[in-house]
Nanobody
Framework: QVQLVESGGGLVQAGGSLRLSCAAS????????MGWYRQSPGEQRELVAT???????SYAGSVKGRFTISRDNAKNMVYLQMNSLKPEDTAVYYC?????????WGQGTQVTVSS
């Protein structure tokens, strides 16, 4: 199994920045994709960004240019640097791990952006 522990969420004013961290532990596959999803009240969970083991990244159009996903494979960690935050970014952010056998999710961390 894989366990995901998130940190870094909080309250920030519009235009501010936050950095989310996710630490993966357990049976880590040599081939995996890690990423971030988010979900706001009344909305479906949506993809924010992903990063492969080899460093390839993908972003949702709404965050492209503002958010940056990065990985530290030696530490089995993934980060999400969020800049120029907008109230629309307010959501619960979930760390995601896609391995060979199955997908795992973190418990989520709240990000609130005030106007």
């Amino acid at each position: 199994q894989v366990q995901l522990v998130e940190s870094g969420g909080g309250l920030v004013q519009a235009g501010g920045s936050l950095r989310l961290s996710c630490a993966a532990s357990g049976s880590i596959s040599s081939i995996n994709t890690m990423g971030w999803y988010r979900q706001s009240p009344g909305e479906q969970r949506e993809l924010v960004a992903t990063a492969t083991q080899g460093g390839s990244t993908s972003y949702a159009g709404s965050v492209k240019g503002r958010f940056t996903i990065s990985r530290d494979n030696a530490k089995n960690m993934v980060y999400l640097q969020m800049n120029s935050l907008k109230p629309e970014d307010t959501a619960v952010y979930y760390c995601n791990y896609r391995g060979v056998l199955r997908t795992y999710w973190g418990q989520g961390t709240q990000v609130t952006v005030s106007s």
